[in-house]
């Protein structure tokens, strides 16, 4: 079976962790260790931010952002639904109402118009989803953010190296939300990290990684253990010196994938509007019509030939229990329809070119 998403490692990674362990200092009592450190400079560096704070998960990273923004009870937080529940979660956590809207059929990305029409005066940050890794329209965003006085807070979980008019994602709202789990474009195993230009978001984002503290036993502020070993924060500088290389590979396979799959009928290829280029998280396709069933059913049959094709996201947040239950009905036909016709295949770089072509077949002929 050719995975939807595959580690690449080899004796770097773990000649690194290797050392970690040989030194015998596995973490901080502060979260600022030396390998810590080391990789949230080198972060900071590669996305072209002031600051970077890393954390142990993208979902710690996402929380703590709204914490260091000051989002709380009684606020609102403009989410999009079509993504993976942790964007939400965050909010909920912090005590806030996410408020979902639409998105753009096209880019799946949250909708700006949208955004602005949901805007109220409890509304406090959006969170725009860089969704399969391709940032959203964050240029119309930051615009709406700025005239209603919002934080913005991308969630890039996905997008490690995509860019937007020549600036990466993490560098294109107020702070940046990265997820290195071990299906992401470079991973850590687990782990998170923020990053951002503002000294005080920078300051507020350390304390709350570490239960508030702003020195030793003086906590100033409301925090959590959001730590990251030092193990990881080294296997992580390592595959941050690998990620140009990872995300060349994921371009040419998608580009591969275009190219064969160019005019095949029943399915709309990817989108990437002019002055973007798309980390390639995975390669999404959407039928152009018909139900979930027809979608799984085509789903099942390229299964069946070894590739492990996937949906992301078959059911919408706005459309789980809990969040229906406590947050509100909504209706949103963009998103329910995607959610009915995408599925994804693997572009990571552990596939070969014999691969590729493997992938591209089994679609193609499952189509037909």
């Given at each position: ?5 595959k580690i ?11 050392q970690?362990?040989r ?23 590669y ?5 970077a ?9 996402l ?21 993976f ?9 912090s ?29 406090k940050?959006?969170?725009?989803v860089?969704?399969?890794?391709l ?5 119309r ?15 890039a ?6 860019k937007?008019d ?19 474009n ?22 709350i990684?570490?239960h508030?503290?702003?020195?030793e ?22 595959q941050?010196?690998k990620l140009?290389k990872f995300?060349?590979?994921?371009r040419r ?12 009928a029943g ?16 390669y999404t396709?959407?039928?152009q019509?018909g139900?979930?069933s ?5 789903l ?9 094709a996937?949906?992301y ?24 329809a995607?959610?009915?016709r995408v599925?994804s ?6 596939l ?17």
């Open positions: 079976m050719i995975p939807i998403n690449v490692m080899d004796a770097d990674e773990i000649r690194a962790a290797v970690v362990l030194s015998g200092m596995l973490t901080s009592k502060s979260g600022s260790g030396p390998n810590v450190m080391r990789f949230e400079a080198a972060f900071s560096d996305v072209g931010t002031k600051y704070v890393a954390v142990n998960s993208g979902t710690s990273a929380h703590a952002a709204l914490v260091a923004a000051g989002v709380g009870a009684g606020d609102e937080v403009i989410v999009p639904s079509f993504t529940v942790a964007t939400a979660e965050a909010v909920a956590l005590g806030a109402k996410p408020v979902f809207v639409d998105i753009d059929p096209e880019m799946y990305c949250i909708d700006p118009s949208e955004v602005e029409r949901a805007i109220t005066s409890r509304t940050a959006v969170i725009p860089h969704l399969y890794g940032t959203a329209y964050m240029d965003i930051m615009e709406i953010a700025r005239d209603n006085n919002l934080v913005v807070i991308e969630d979980a996905q997008a490690h190296g995509a937007c020549g600036k990466l994602s993490g560098n294109l709202g107020d702070m940046g939300c990265f997820s290195f789990y071990g299906g992401k470079m991973t850590t195993g687990e782990g998170g990290m923020v990053t951002t230009n503002s000294a005080e978001f920078y300051n507020a984002l350390k304390a990684r570490n508030g503290e702003t020195s036993y003086q906590s100033a502020m409301i925090g959590h253990n959001y730590r990251m070993p030092e193990i990881e924060a080294a296997i992580g500088f390592v941050l010196s140009p995300l060349e590979s994921r396979n998608a580009k591969a994938f275009s190219e064969i799959l160019d005019n095949t399915v709309n290829l990817p989108s990437m509007p002019s002055g973007c280029e798309h980390s390639w998280y995975v396709l959407r039928l019509g139900s979930a027809k979608r799984d059913k085509i099942g049959m390229i299964r069946r030939k070894h590739v492990d996937r949906v996201y078959p059911r919408p947040i706005h459309m789980f229990h809990y969040y229906r239950k406590n947050f509100g009905a909504y209706k949103l036909p963009k998103t329910e995607a959610a009915r599925f295949i693997p572009s990571h770089p552990g070969t070119e014999s691969d590729v072509e493997r992938v591209a077949s089994a679609v193609k002929t499952s189509l037909e």
